[in-house]
């Protein structure tokens, strides 16, 4: 059998490594628009500033894939997919046949549709390509703008400040990482950002950009703020395109059920560009089960998928952060809950664990994330905490002791 993936990064390479270790004479062959091996998209922010260098940023290189007899060919794009004919055609020319398909071609990023976007110094951050062109543009300039609050954002804006440029953070929402912090939470984030002098404006609705050398965002309610350069991170989209036009159903992303197969037989989908039960994820656990259950499913192994719990760490030196579960006010209006908090605006800690009928369904982490695994383990196992849900905050808390009373 002859597997295809389309998309060499963490969704098509893992799933191309459990395809060939549960079945070694199944042949696999990868196929990539970038340039380079597969290498990790959340340090990119770290290579911005120089903590990260090129080569640790590659997960795997030639020689893991020779090792495992996978064919890794780069700098091809896939432009169609004839599923009756079981052909894909490339923008060089060439094409290649397959007995089964893996889509895991992830995202790119959103793009305001706003004027001035398309002007010298203004960017994205989502490829490696994109890191080097941000790099080269921020050695002859002094201040920085960041469209976006989420994790991505935040990561890149410490990535230029620990270049020494002025940066600004700009948040459409009325807090920070609104998918990841309630209010008080945020709150705490915003001070530890600004002791790092990194301004934060919120509630910045960005109209357009004007101005050359130096340029200028102008916002909805007339504020204006002035930059050398604009970083645009306000999410991304699933490439959905390239399945559509095959007859694939797609939504927000390319719909899959639970076995990570798509409408159309022998074609699966998996990582940033999937969509299973109405959610695209776009974040790394995800991408691996996903790719894991579509690769046992492509030899033969019935396995269904099942969604994981949510978890976002924020991977900035000196900030220690890491949300998981139902955590905002967002995702908990339709339920009663129970919140357990300890808050140290002096030290900037803050903790949150919800409970819902006694069981732990979220937690946030700020500032101190003792009893992590722990409290990840009560989520997944859904474990009734009522004897105990008022000692889970103390650094001395031990499960272990409650287990089978």
């Not at 196992?381 to 889970?392: M, N």
Request: charged residues 30%.
């Amino acid at each position: 059998m002859r597997v295809v993936i389309l998309g060499g990064n963490i969704a098509g390479s893992n799933a191309g490594d459990v395809i060939k270790k549960e079945s070694p004479e199944t042949e696999v062959e990868i196929y990539t628009e970038e340039q380079y091996y597969s290498y990790t998209r959340i340090k990119l922010p770290a290579f911005i500033c120089g903590r990260c260098k090129e080569h640790e940023l590659t997960t795997c290189d030639h020689e893991w894939y020779s090792v495992r007899n996978i064919k890794f060919n780069r700098n091809f794009r896939a432009t169609k997919i004839l599923p009756e004919k079981k052909i894909i055609h490339f923008n060089n020319g060439k094409e290649t046949t397959y007995d089964k398909l893996l889509l895991a071609i992830g995202s790119k990023s959103n793009i305001l549709p706003i004027p001035g976007i398309d002007k010298e110094g203004v960017f994205t951050l989502k490829t490696l390509d994109d890191a080097k062109h941000i790099i080269d543009d921020a050695k002859d300039n002094k201040s920085a703008i960041v469209i976006g609050g989420g994790l991505l954002g935040l990561e890149t804006a410490k990535g230029l400040a620990d270049l020494n440029l002025d940066v600004k953070v700009c948040e459409y929402f009325p807090r920070l990482l609104p998918r990841q912090l309630d209010t008080e939470g945020a709150e705490i984030l915003q001070q530890i950002l600004e002791d790092f002098n990194i301004k934060v404006i919120l509630n910045a609705n960005t109209k357009e950009i004007i101005g050359d050398k130096e340029l200028t965002i102008k916002l909805a309610d007339g504020r204006k703020s002035n930059a050398d350069m604009i970083i645009f991170s306000v999410g991304v989209k699933p490439n959905i395109q390239l399945a559509k036009e095959a007859g694939i159903k797609v939504d927000r992303g390319i719909i899959v059920n639970e076995y990570m197969m798509t409408n159309i037989e022998d074609i699966y989908a998996a990582g940033d560009c999937a969509e299973f039960n109405g959610r695209v994820w776009g974040i790394v656990p995800v991408a691996y089960e996903q790719s894991k259950i579509a690769a046992l499913n492509i030899i033969g192994k019935k396995v269904e998928y099942e969604e994981i719990i949510p978890s976002n760490t924020l991977k900035i030196v000196g900030i220690d952060l890491t949300s998981m579960g139902k955590v905002t006010p967002e995702l908990l209006k339709d339920s009663s809950s129970d919140e357990i908090r300890f808050i140290d605006r002096e030290k900037r800690i803050y903790k949150k664990i919800v409970i819902q009928d006694n069981k732990v369904v979220g937690a946030i982490l700020l500032g101190d994330r003792t009893n992590q695994l722990t409290i990840k383990k009560m989520i997944k196992s859904k474990l009734s905490v009522s004897k105990f849900k008022d000692e889970i905050l103390k650094d001395d808390f031990n499960l272990e002791k409650y287990l089978g009373s």
